[in-house]
Nanobody, 124 residues
Framework: QVQLVESGGGSVQVGGSLRLSCAAS????????MGWFRQAPGKEREFLAAISWSGSTYYASSVKGRFTISRDSARKTVYLQMNSLKPEDTAIYYC??????????????????WGQGTQVTVSS
């Protein structure tokens, strides 16, 4: 069983930055693809970014160029650096893990393990 714990959320002003972290325990971290998703009030959860076991990255068009995903296998941690934040980025942010099959990185249903989420609030 894999446990995921997010941290780094908080309140920030428009244009600011935050770095989210997701620490994994259990399982073999190096075999997992890791993803970040978010859910805003009244909306469905949406894909943001994913990183394969080998470091290939994938982004939603809404965050490409502003968000960067990375992983540190030694620390079993995945990060989401968020820059140029906008009010519409306000949401609960979740990290997720799945066995890396080389496909379906943006598919929420393909992820097996989820963190509890961390709140990000962007105010103007």
């Amino acid at each position: 069983q894999v446990q995921l714990v997010e941290s780094g959320g908080g309140s920030v002003q428009v244009g600011g930055s935050l770095r989210l972290s997701c620490a994994a325990s259990g399982g073999t971290f190096s075999r997992f693809a890791m993803g970040w998703f978010r859910q805003a009030p009244g909306k469905e959860r949406e894909f943001l970014a994913a990183i394969s076991w080998s470091g290939s990255t994938y982004y939603a068009s809404s965050v490409k160029g502003r968000f960067t995903i990375s992983r540190d296998s030694a620390r079993k941690t995945v990060y989401l650096q968020m820059n140029s934040l906008k009010p519409e980025d306000t949401a609960i942010y979740y990290c997720a893990a799945k066995s890396d099959t080389g496909t379906y990185y943006a598919r929420e249903g393909r992820y097996d393990f989820w963190g509890q989420g961390t709140q990000v609030t962007v105010s103007s």
